[in-house]
């Protein structure tokens, strides 16, 4: 936060030796945040973590500061700890275009139940990481499917209706994940480390899992689950599908596009190999405007939606929310730099972007 403020203040920082606390030396803040942006820009990396802003949601924090996260960023961990993540498929839960919330708050609480299971049946590869995630008992439910949820609420992914719904669906799964955990902590005793916790307070919460939600990638089993990956904006609407058994192509398309497109009568494999070939359906003839509008892929959105998503989901995230915010290939370092402050401005824990193309 002071490297931010500093940032925006144009002061230096201090470097400071973290194994004696004392300042070495200071530095343009402006300008190690330039490096940062301009390096994003150029080849995806770095992403940014807020790294206080994660501290100041630790559970745990007598045992100490959280450094780091795991690679993809929605995980913040202290030494030793592991990642046990789960994901509910937000497009299964949609009937007659309406959000079954008892059918969603049904797989919340079997989801939890099943999650904190796993940390006493898992095999660990070390006696410190099975103590340390036994201690804590951390888990991560999220979602996945959220892009699909919306084409069957007919809600576009860049709107204010599609970041209300952001929000209510992750509070819900929030509140119940969190009551599910209180359930369990009542039959089987709270996390070890609960003394001491943020929990252990008058009136806080008994609960059996140090965190209980998190929002991950979902990059091989949405694949899976034949859904969108955690909750980003679909990529393609319809993609060719390379190198399939003898070096064959295959057409892909969107299962629910493809049905739209026959229902009103606009189906045909000319236009289906054109979205391929264009990437995008928003401008593009034969494809009805209302169609075009709810359709968006990750470069159809503006980096602004990308990011209100994300603080959107993150509200309501004990732990973090991985997220990319796609940019076309002509995208400047001040658009990249913008999109660093929005994320800190909106209350992300940290923020990943890629330039198309770089």
């Not at 959000?99 to 079997?110: A, P, Q």
């Not at 399939?244 to 289906?272: C, I, Q, T, W």
Request: net charge negative.
């Amino acid at each position: 936060d002071a490297f931010m403020r500093a940032v925006a203040e144009d002061e230096e920082y201090p470097l400071i030796n973290p194994r004696s606390g004392d300042v070495v030396r200071s530095l343009s803040a402006r300008k190690v945040f330039g490096s940062m942006v301009t390096l994003a820009w150029k080849n995806g990396d770095p992403g940014v973590v807020f790294i206080d802003r994660i501290n100041a949601d630790n559970p745990t924090p007598h045992l100490g500061e959280i450094e780091s996260t795991n690679p993809c960023g929605e995980q913040p961990l202290l030494p030793h700890e592991s990642c046990n993540l789960g994901s509910v498929n937000l497009s299964r839960v949609v009937s007659d275009g309406r959000i079954d919330y008892g059918s969603l708050g049904r797989i919340v609480r079997t989801a939890v139940r099943f999650l904190d299971d796993v940390i006493d049946v898992n095999r660990y590869p070390l006696p410190e990481i099975e103590q340390m995630t036994k201690k804590n008992r951390k888990i991560g439910l999220g979602v996945m499917g959220f892009a699909d949820m919306l084409l069957l609420l007919n809600v576009p992914y860049d709107s204010e209706d599609a970041v209300r719904i952001a929000g209510e669906v992750m509070k819900f799964v929030h509140e119940e994940a969190r009551a599910a955990s209180e359930e369990l902590a009542g039959e089987r005793g709270v996390f070890p480390s609960f003394e001491g916790s943020v929990y252990d307070r008058p009136g806080g919460a008994r609960v059996r899992n140090a965190t209980t939600t998190t929002i991950a990638p979902t990059g091989t089993i949405s694949i899976i689950a034949t859904c969108s990956s955690g909750v980003e904006p679909l990529f393609a609407i319809s993609y060719v599908r390379a190198n399939v058994l003898d070096n064959d192509s295959m057409l892909e398309v969107h299962p629910y596009f493809e049905r739209v497109a026959k229902e009103r009568g606009f189906h045909s494999e000319e236009l289906m190999k054109k979205i391929a070939d264009v990437g995008s359906v928003r401008h593009l003839d034969g494809v009805p405007a209302d169609v075009q509008r709810i359709f968006a892929t990750a470069h159809d959105i503006t980096p602004e939606w990308h990011i209100k998503l994300q603080a959107a989901f993150q509200k309501h995230t004990d732990n973090a929310v991985s997220k990319t915010v796609n940019f076309p290939n002509e995208a400047t370092t001040d658009d990249v730099e913008n999109v660093y402050l929005m994320a800190f401005r909106s209350g992300c824990k940290g923020v990943t972007i890629y330039r198309d193309g770089s």
